[in-house]
């Protein structure tokens, strides 16, 4: 279940976690780390998240066994389409990409016959962007949900999904449809609602927000350029959560109008009993 | 700025935390502790939070310099009516409630001349309630607001903002409208809001939750006694604020609609700016 050579397309906080990690659990014996910037590169070879950077995707992947893109997700297809044409037989391609459908249904449309490709996503991250913030156990204890379509060789799941699991992650398989939809409520539409609230909070009120505003709004912080291809490619159904969470606050908005605190009680109670089965 | 004798009514994290940081920074020598369940007073004695458990608040007023009702926002201007009748000349009462305007108005209504009274709120807190997550170093560098109207006496908002910045926290003064407007949407509404998005989680999608949905609905833990009477009294300011999300929510939604890429940008780029300048 080894990987000799790995390529890993975009070396930031999950790129760069992913090759700390593989390096740190010996399965792999060189890792190529792909990016435009020579000294974000040279900046990932000296925090041990690759061994050597490459501006060419070309040469990257020439000898890759394993190869995963973690570029924004407007990137990533064409970045495979690329890739899998320089890539000996065999190769696995992956990716990291909070969206699915969109990035399967194109690289089925191009990848050649002799690599194989199944799209991915580590349900880990932050709202830290670049290679400093990259940990080795980012991914422990962490889900990475894999998406196959019904052309996707068993095994290169198999082998994607240990390739994973060696870094600590338990994995998932589902269709990209479903993984989308599911993700527009349990990470789109939070991204969106913290993104909102941020927005309205006048400057003079900053003293006047405590943890609950902070938490709230955290992940508000995180890089426009990753999140705005998220929401472009995930629209239908992040508008869809909205219409759910919508309808939910006209419930709140009734309950406060009219004073009715047996329901204003229900919603909070319903609201603590989902948030404390999850953990801290 | 001492006061030798500290009546603290409602020992839960913010009662429980001022007793511990006035002991420890030797502003007070005895420490009484009110509380409708005597066991509960007792583990906040082992705690070292109080020095001694009282249930009767007439009892445990009687010889306070500072009684502080951390109890929450529907019954503390009852407890301050109730408690003010039995303190001695020249005792201030203070309160520690999220809600400000109902409370000091009903206060003003009822306080007799021989004592004083000035509405608080530290901003801190957690979504963990009780005496056992009390800490000593709570209002370090946060800040408490204090909202006293035309008759309180300058004296007494000095002596007890002295309290609290001798507790660590920067103070405030503001009206009590001021606050509730401002709290509404610092506070209030990043509540609600976190309730609803929790409330919408079906169970089978808990494991597809990652830090952003955690850190997002984290106060959603909150106490519904605590939250639910907050909400009712600040009904006016929490629905102007839900106005304003859902104003915001709004352009989000026709931006998605029309794959407005630099509108989706704007908006995401507004909320990381407003967070980014909060810090962690």
Redesign the interface.
């Known amino acids: 279940m080894r990987f000799p050579n790995l390529t890993i397309v975009g070396v930031g906080l999950i790129g760069g976690s992913i090759g700390l990690a593989a390096k740190k659990r010996g399965l792999v014996d060189h890792v190529r780390g792909v990016g435009r910037d020579a000294a974000k590169l040279e900046l990932a070879r000296k925090f041990g998240a690759i061994d050597e950077g490459v501006l060419e995707l070309a040469t990257a992947v020439r000898e890759a066994d394993l190869v995963i893109f973690c570029t924004p997700v407007d990137r990533i297809a064409a970045q495979v389409e690329e890739g899998a044409r320089h890539c000996k037989r065999g190769t696995i391609l992956t990716d990291a990409g909070s969206t699915k459908l969109e990035i399967v249904e194109a690289v089925a449309r191009t990848l050649p016959a002799h690599v194989q490709f199944v799209g991915g996503h580590p ?4 709202e830290k962007k670049g290679v400093e913030h990259a940990q080795a156990d980012l991914f422990v204890n ?2 990475t ?1 894999l998406t196959p379509t019904r052309d996707t060789p068993d095994e290169t799941v198999h082998r994607v999904a240990s390739f994973w699991k060696a870094l600590g992650a ?1 994995t ?1 398989v589902m269709s990209a449809e479903h993984h989308d939809q ?2 527009a ?3 789109h ?13 006048p ?1 003079d ?20 350029d990753v ?2 291809p998220i ?2 490619q995930n ?1 239908a159904a ?2 869809a ?2 219409d ?3 309808a ?2 006209r419930l ?2 009734a309950a ?2 009219k ?1 009715d ?1 047996a329901q ?2 229900s ?6 009993k ?5 953990g ?1």
Chains 1, 2 share one sequence.
Not at 267 to 272: A, E, N, P
């Open positions: 349900l880990a991250g932050s962490r889900w949900v338990s998932a599911a993700l409520l349990t990470s539409l939070p991204h969106l609602i913290a993104s909102a609230l941020a927005g309205l909070l400057a009120w900053r003293d006047l927000t405590a943890t609950g505003f902070r938490d709230t709004t955290r992940i508000a912080s995180g890089d426009p999140w705005s929401f472009q629209r992040v508008l959560a909205l759910q969470l919508e939910r606050l709140f908005r406060l109008q004073n605190v204003i009680d919603l909070l109670t319903q609201g603590k989902v948030r404390d089965a999850l801290s």
